[in-house]
């Protein structure tokens, strides 16, 4: 893991354990690169990479300081900027799934595109519907390379596929690019989620991506429109 993460990741932990308390200034930048000998330019990423998440605020000329958020929403902001998917959004609930396809194929010409691998790449194709407290809410079609995610298995979809990446294979999952669309659901999606004939659904887009610039997931998932929830923090 970069440094500066590391610094985000243990002021992050500090806040959220309210050592660093709501409306609080942070230490200077200058006690910041003392207390975990790093540069100024480390100490500014991590806290940029902060803001960015939305857990702190820069003030011109008074320094940094913590945002005035509720403890549920920092919590939902940072499992939201880790990153860490379905299973961990429900992690106080019930999470199963049920896989509908799971084989190796050569990635289709705009699945190549998206993960910038060749187009006679092997993927994995995954399809399967993710379920909460057993209701389904999500359908996922998910393609991923295989000699980037190797030695994926069905009982790993069956729980979860970023699990599996991050604490088997100690890869470090990054970021998202997300297009999300409203339309209409077909027949086969409200079979599967149990909706009725005119229901809308959510469609998100997906291009995830190692710590190292690695596209290694592109994914069409379709939310239930009634458990289908957008947020973020928008800085100026």
Same mark, same amino acid.
């Given at each position: 893991?970069?440094?500066?993460r590391?610094?985000?990741?243990?002021?992050?932990?500090?806040i959220?354990?309210?050592?660093?308390?709501?409306?609080?200034?942070?230490?200077?930048?200058?006690?910041?690169?003392?207390k975990?000998?790093?540069?100024?330019?480390?100490?500014?990423?991590?806290?940029?990479?902060?803001?960015?998440?939305?857990?702190i605020?820069?003030?011109?000329?008074?320094?940094?300081?913590?945002?005035?958020?509720?403890?549920?929403?920092?919590?939902?902001?940072t499992?939201?900027?880790?990153?860490?998917?379905?299973?961990?959004?429900?992690?106080?609930?019930?999470?199963?799934?049920?896989?509908?396809?799971?084989?190796?194929?050569?990635?289709?010409?705009?699945?190549?595109?998206?993960?910038?691998?060749q187009?006679?790449?092997?993927?994995?194709?995954?399809r399967?519907?993710?379920?909460?407290?057993?209701?389904?809410?999500?359908?996922? /079609?998910? $393609?991923?390379? +295989?000699?980037?995610?190797? %030695? *994926? !298995?069905?009982?790993?979809?069956?729980? /979860?596929? $970023?699990?599996? +990446?991050?604490?088997?294979? %100690? *890869? !470090?999952?990054?970021?998202?690019?997300?297009?999300i669309?409203?339309?209409?659901?077909t027949?086969?999606?409200?079979?599967?989620?149990?909706m009725?004939e005119?229901?809308?659904?959510?469609?998100?887009e997906?291009?995830?991506?190692?710590?190292?610039?690695?596209?290694?997931?592109?994914?069409?998932?379709?939310?239930?429109?009634?458990?289908?929830?957008?947020?973020?923090?928008?800085?100026?």
């Amino acid at each position: 893991m970069t440094k500066y993460r590391e610094i985000a990741n243990d002021i992050r932990s500090k806040i959220l354990k309210g050592i660093y308390k709501k409306n609080e200034q942070l230490p200077f930048e200058k006690e910041l690169c003392e207390k975990y000998h790093a540069s100024k330019m480390t100490v500014k990423k991590a806290l940029d990479l902060l803001v960015a998440e939305g857990l702190i605020v820069k003030k011109r000329g008074s320094g940094t300081f913590v945002k005035d958020v509720q403890t549920q929403e920092m919590q939902r902001m940072t499992l939201s900027n880790q990153f860490r998917g379905f299973t961990a959004t429900y992690a106080d609930r019930k999470v199963s799934s049920i896989v509908l396809d799971f084989s190796v194929i050569s990635a289709p010409e705009r699945v190549a595109t998206y993960l910038n691998i060749q187009k006679d790449s092997f993927v994995y194709a995954i399809r399967r519907v993710r379920c909460v407290d057993d209701q389904p809410l999500v359908i996922e /079609s998910m $393609y991923i390379p +295989i000699h980037v995610i190797t %030695g *994926l !298995k069905k009982e790993h979809l069956e729980a /979860s596929v $970023y699990k599996y +990446i991050e604490e088997d294979l %100690g *890869l !470090k999952i990054q970021s998202a690019h997300r297009t999300i669309r409203v339309r209409k659901s077909t027949a086969e999606e409200q079979r599967h989620l149990r909706m009725q004939e005119h229901d809308p659904v959510a469609e998100v887009e997906q291009v995830a991506f190692l710590d190292n610039g690695q596209a290694f997931e592109y994914s069409l998932s379709v939310h239930r429109y009634d458990a289908f929830e957008f947020k973020t923090v928008i800085l100026r």
